[in-house]
DNA sequence: TATGAATGAGAGTTCATTCAT
DNA sequence: AATGAATGAACTCTCATTCAT
């Protein structure tokens, strides 16, 4: 079936060069911001030229939006994966902060795209970030809070606000790491913090 | 002697019309953001004409500078006066984040300023911010947990890291306050919860 | 090779743009100067929208560098080959201030920029147009003079600051052509005098 | 009369400060030509606020204009008093040489404006300017020139344009001055070419 | 007379986007 | 699919000029 071979390549070259095209993005997003990046310099650092972009995003907007999301579900898959490995309420909150940690540093571009647009001026970049996030939020919730809570390992909490701090205390964090992408505090103490509080 | 108060006059004019550009400025940069806001409309908001703006700031970038300054020592004066009326290093605490939302509340554009900026690309509207904040930060630091420490209030901690932990704690919740400038968990319960975790 | 064929092609409307940015660039540098011409406006006479330049040329003073460029590389290329022409210092002489007002009286705009940028305040500009021209002023120093006075055809001169005082006299007229370009005296006379005084 | 005697003293202050702007302005005009040159600037080197130069002047081009005025006059006046303590045709144009170039390298900016203004693309500048130098033109011509073609010490030349040349090698050397006003060539070598042209 | 705050026209420059190739 | 020349809106900044004091 040579047709079907061909289309398979060539939409395996599409996904190849879209992706080329988000990296790029990431790098010139985190570095400057999203205003001052600039559609040329991110297509030519893809190894393309400026007209390329257009052929994979309707627009620079889009180009962020499709970023986004694909920095939440990368983000959410890995700190997931991590946690789920775990049964036990009080080590999958560790996980989640040394998870979460990890790949920030693997991550740096994308982790400082997402906490700039996070506490940034663009309300649409911001709805959209929360819309990628929300199951990271929920995983916490629901996968960490509620089985500690119903296992006496933690004290009796509101789960969403509770949730919501953990979220504050994490992208705070994550936020103040350095250029190798290691956070001020080692994310055992963070999480150490957070455990404390949580305590009975 | 007239001549001196006309300059006094002339001082004083040129003081407000100062004012009302910050404040303009406060306003465009925390709902745009620093590049998508502009001279020109933010001269307009405060009453002036586009030149104006450049009698009294020597470019746009020497604006936001001048604001990041004006915001830091408002912000930190405001905390700083509530936390010193109390002398138990617990009520200090509570004091701070307490006072803290009220000035984010009272103070919405200047507090969204200063959030942005914290998290922006722009690294020497962040490091201009670090300095600015560093009064605030040993506040914690010094006059909160050291003597919390030593009145055995507070376990033994290492205190700029947890100074740094607070300020993030502080900032992180800072940064999600609703359009009326509340914090999604009311004050009492961020300080209470930094209280668990600092409990001996 | 269609594609050899395109680059050709490509490269050919490229530089043809360029060019029309140029002549449209001397049209108005001479007439208004500099500082009063508009980069808006040249690219509008040239055809293009205003945005245009900024791909040929990184700034406004970049297009003026290279208008200087072009500008005497093209004025000593006429003048060279006119003179070599002749093998008598005598007739070169005159050759040189023959085919010198030949080529102001047909680059009208260009020579204007020439003498307006040779005395006008821009040190940068100054200082481009003097290496521009360096390859002229040995013209006439080894060229014309030295072959001279080898020859006994003048009496023996200093030939740098000779060959400076008929570049200054030949810049001096040019600088006082009339719209037609015509100097106040026709070049004969010029060569005479500059003649009468280099004799024996 | 104390009236009297304070009216003088007041035009006396009037006219001084007029000076020191046109003084100012000479500076600003030659260091970075007219269109550069910024009236605010040339008030306060003046030692006045920019209001100032209003109360003098009707806008920067009447100050510009009446610079040149001030220039040629200036400049004629120094010429024509050495030329006319010689009696022979020869010294005069000597003198003619000396005494310019001494005004030129006293008066540095002045001279510059002078000379940017000559070759430079303002028409209403240039025609002012021609007609203030129109009687160091009629100097030449009438006062050197024609009793020196009279009397046999010059051949037989046409006094205007001959008249112009000269003036033309002037300001052509004029032009080419170092930072402390000397020409190339000593004033002597000068006058010696332009002899050898002249000589019967 | 001297001042200098305010003005706003006008400039150079950037860059997202389009589109013919 | 990839290109990059062309576009023009939008921006920051300068500065001659006015005018109330």
Redesign the interface.
């Known amino acids: 079936m040579p047709p079907r071979f061909k289309k398979a390549e060539a939409e395996e070259m599409h996904s190849q060069t879209r992706q080329l095209l988000l990296d790029a993005a990431s790098e010139y997003f985190?570095?400057?911001?999203y205003?001052?990046a600039n559609v040329d310099r991110i297509s030519k650092a893809a190894g393309f030229a400026k007209g390329t972009v257009y052929n994979y995003f309707t627009s620079k907007r889009d180009l962020m939006l499709e970023l986004i999301d694909s920095i939440a579900a990368s983000h959410f898959e890995f700190i997931a994966n991590s946690v789920r490995q775990e049964e036990d309420p009080v080590r999958r909150l560790q996980r989640f902060f040394e998870a979460g940690f990890e790949w920030i540093s693997a991550n740096l571009a994308q982790g400082?795209v997402m906490?700039?647009t996070?506490?940034?001026?663009?309300l649409d970049f911001k709805e959209r970030l929360q819309q990628g996030y929300a199951p990271m939020f929920q995983l916490v919730a629901s996968e960490i809070l509620a089985p500690g809570a119903e296992s006496g390992a933690f004290r009796q909490v509101d789960l969403m606000?509770t949730a919501?701090?953990i979220m504050?205390?994490y992208?705070?964090?994550g936020?103040?790491v350095d250029e190798q992408g290691r956070p001020?505090?080692p994310p055992e103490?963070?999480s150490d913090?957070?455990l404390?509080?949580l305590?009975v």
Do not use: M, Y
């Not at 985190?30 to 911001?33: A, C, I, Q, V």
């Open positions: 985190s570095k400057l911001g205003e001052k400082r906490l700039t996070l506490n940034g001026p663009d606000p919501g701090l504050t205390i992208l705070g964090f936020a103040t001020p505090l103490q963070i913090f957070v404390h509080a305590h």
